[in-house]
C-alpha cells in the first residue's frame, strides 16, 4: 500500500546510503529472515523460488553503470530459481561483488559463486550446495539417497534375505528417484563451475580447475556430513581453495558500513512481519510480509423487490467467493 516511509526503512536508506557513497558502487540486497530470533516462518517462504524474479526485476531496473555489489542473506532454495536471477543480473552488469555480512548457504552459496568475487565477514556462513531432494519422509539429501541405494545392493548381493529389509525402504523412493538424484547433482555442479569459469575465473588459463576444485569441496556431502554445516573465511584459507573471497573486517570503514546494514536488516525481521526484503541504494523495494490477506470485491447483481439501501444503514453481509 502507499503511505509513508516506516521508521526502519528510513535508517535502513541512511544506512545504504553510507555504504555505497563509500563503495561507489550501486547496491542490491537480497535478505529473508531466515536467522529471525522467534519467527516460524515456512522454509517456502524464506527460500529461493521462481516469484523471486519479480523482486529482482524491481530492483535492478533503474540501476546504472556496470559494477554491482549484491549483498545476500538466504538459507538458499532452488538451483533452476538461482539460474534465472543469475541470468537476469548478468545480463545487466559486468563485475559483480556479492557481499555476505552473516549467512548465504546452499543455493545462495551459488548465487555468489556466480559473482567476480565475495566479500564477506570472517564469521560468515557459506554452506555446502549439495542438492536436496524431497521424498514421502520429507528432504533428504541427494547424495544420501545415492548412497543408500548403493549400500542396499552391496547387503542384498552378500545376502539376499536382506531384501525383506530394504524392500519396505527403497519402495517408498519411487522408481525414478535414483535418475533424479543423478541429474540434480549434476546440475548444481554444472552450474557452479560454469558460472565460476565465466566470472570469477575469466581470463585465467587454470580457470576450469580452479573451478573444479571449489565445486567439488562445496558440492560434496561427504565433506561436510550435513546440509547446515558453516564455512567461513578461515576454513577456505586454510584448504588454500582458490576463491576470491575477502574478510571485510581488512577494511574497518567498510566493515562497519556492511554491519550496520545488515543490522539493520535483521532488526527489521525481528520486529516485523517482514521475512524476505528486496531493496536497492535508489529506494527501491518489494517486501513479502507474513499475514497479509488480499480481500476479493464480489458485485452483486440486485434482485427485483430489493429496496434500495439508506445512508447510515449496515452494509448487507460480505459476498464468499468460493
Keep these: 500500500m502507499p503511505g509513508p516511509e ?3 526503512a ?8 553510507a555504504l555505497t557513497k563509500y563503495t561507489e558502487r550501486p547496491l542490491v540486497i537480497y535478505g529473508s529472515a531466515c536467522t529471525a530470533s522467534g519467527k516460524n516462518y515456512s522454509g517456502s517462504q524464506l527460500q529461493i523460488d521462481h516469484s523471486d524474479r519479480v523482486g529482482f526485476h524491481e530492483v535492478l531496473e533503474r540501476l546504472k553503470g556496470k559494477q554491482l ?8 532454495g532452488y538451483p533452476e530459481a ?37 566479500l564477506a565477514d570472517e564469521q560468515a556462513e557459506l554452506g555446502p550446495f549439495d542438492p536436496q531432494m524431497m521424498t514421502t519422509n520429507g528432504p533428504a539429501p541427494a547424495q544420501s539417497i545415492k548412497e543408500q541405494f548403493d549400500k542396499a545392493w552391496q547387503e542384498v548381493q ?8 530394504w524392500f519396505p525402504i527403497l519402495q517408498q523412493m519411487g522408481p525414478a528417484l535414483l535418475v533424479q538424484v543423478d541429474d540434480a547433482i549434476k546440475l548444481a555442479m554444472d552450474l557452479v563451475t560454469g558460472w565460476l569459469k565465466k566470472f570469477m575465473f575469466n581470463g ?4 576450469a580447475m580452479k573451478a573444479d576444485a ?34 571485510v573486517r581488512k577494511d574497518p570503514t567498510l566493515y562497519r558500513l556492511v554491519w550496520e546494514v545488515y543490522c539493520m536488516l535483521d532488526i527489521a525481521f525481528a520486529n516485523t512481519p517482514t521475512y524476505k526484503l528486496f531493496y536497492n541504494s535508489l529506494g ?25 439501501q439508506s445512508p447510515g444503514s449496515p452494509p448487507p453481509p460480505p459476498a464468499v467467493a468460493n
Design 6 to 8: 516506516v521508521p526502519w
Design 158 to 165: 552378500k545376502d539376499p534375505q536382506k531384501i525383506a529389509v
Design 82 to 118: 538461482t539460474e534465472g536471477i543469475v541470468d537476469e543480473i548478468r545480463a545487466q552488469f559486468n563485475e559483480v561483488r556479492a557481499i555476505v555480512p552473516a549467512y548465504a548457504k546452499s543455493a545462495a552459496t551459488m548465487l555468489a559463486f556466480a559473482c567476480n568475487e565475495i
Design 284 to 308: 527501491d523495494s518489494m517486501t513479502r510480509t507474513a499475514g497479509m490477506q488480499f480481500l476479493q470485491m464480489v458485485a452483486q447483481p440486485v434482485q427485483p423487490g430489493t429496496p434500495p
Design 10 to 17: 528510513r535508517v535502513l536508506r541512511r544506512k545504504v546510503e
Design 214 to 247: 571449489i565445486a567439488q569441496f562445496f558440492g560434496n556431502r561427504a565433506n561436510f556430513q550435513t546440509h547446515g554445516r558453516p564455512i567461513t573465511v578461515r576454513h577456505i584459507t586454510d584448504r588454500k581453495l582458490p576463491l576470491r573471497i575477502t574478510n
Design 69 to 76: 555489489d549484491l549483498m545476500l542473506h538466504s538459507p538458499g
Design 204 to 207: 585465467d588459463a587454470e580457470a
